[in-house]
């Protein structure tokens, strides 16, 4: 079966910190898609990542970077220089090539504070 | 420009009544799929479709019933709602799920009171 685990329920950082969000997932499937969503205040889903199993290469777009590791089956996600706005629930997904379902992690509400 | 839209936005009903959730999506993507989101729970998939009348059951599919006639319209409905069907709906698109471009588009959710 498939899995994501978020294990961190709650962080609340000062502005400016980094703030690393973990995400471990459980899958058979040797092809697979991972992601990273956010739901701001307002509560739309905004999609931030996308990863496929094949590709372990680093992410990283202005603030934001993503560490994927095939060996401890994990897609870390960091925000560098936290703001107030990054202040949001934010979700991990994994998907099978086989079925496109989405199985989603828990969701790690974080609070900047400035 | 519309993307994906849900109608209603909000609403309250009470136990026993029935209850029709409206997604429709401009882009003619094949897949479209429905979520619920509960406090500790992430969201979970109820139903989607590959396809115009391709349905297919989810993680949580009791007491949902989906139809798809048409490829832009995805409708969940609620037979008989209970309180435990109070929830923020998300439905969602996608143009595959594999590849480069592989990646689901969600409405704005429809937020439900079961009272």
């Known amino acids: 079966a498939q899995k994501v685990t978020q294990a961190q329920t709650e962080i609340s950082v000062v502005e400016k910190e980094d703030v690393t969000l973990d995400c471990v997932y459980e899958?058979?499937?040797?092809?697979?898609?991972l992601f990273w969503y956010k739901q701001p205040p307002s509560g739309e889903l905004v999609f931030l990542i996308r990863r496929n199993s094949f590709d372990e290469q680093n992410e990283i777009s202005g603030r934001y970077s993503w560490n994927f590791q095939k060996s401890t089956s994990s897609f870390n996600f960091t925000i560098t220089a936290s703001q107030v706005v990054d202040s949001a629930v934010y979700f991990c997904a994994l998907s099978s090539s086989n079925t496109g379902k989405l199985i989603f992690g828990q969701g790690t509400t974080l609070q900047v504070k400035p | 420009d519309a993307g994906i839209t849900q109608s209603p936005r909000y609403k309250i009903t009470e136990t026993g009544r029935q209850v029709t959730l409206m997604c429709h999506q401009t882009?003619?993507?094949?897949?479209m799929f429905w979520y619920r989101q509960d406090l500790g729970h992430g969201l979970r998939l109820i139903y989607y479709?590959?396809?115009?009348?391709?349905?297919d059951k989810g993680e949580v599919p009791d007491g949902y019933v989906v139809s798809r006639s048409k490829t832009e319209n995805f409708p969940l409905t609620l037979e008989s709602a209970t309180r435990s069907q109070t929830s923020v709906y998300f439905c969602?698109?996608?143009?595959?799920?594999?590849?480069?471009?592989?990646?689901?588009?969600f409405g704005p959710g429809t937020r439900l009171t079961v009272t």
């Open positions: 882009w003619s993507h094949s897949y």
């Open positions: 969602a698109s996608s143009e595959s799920w594999t590849g480069s471009s592989y990646e689901q588009y």
């Open positions: 479709s590959a396809a115009a009348d391709i349905t």
């Open positions: 899958t058979r499937d040797t092809t697979y898609y």
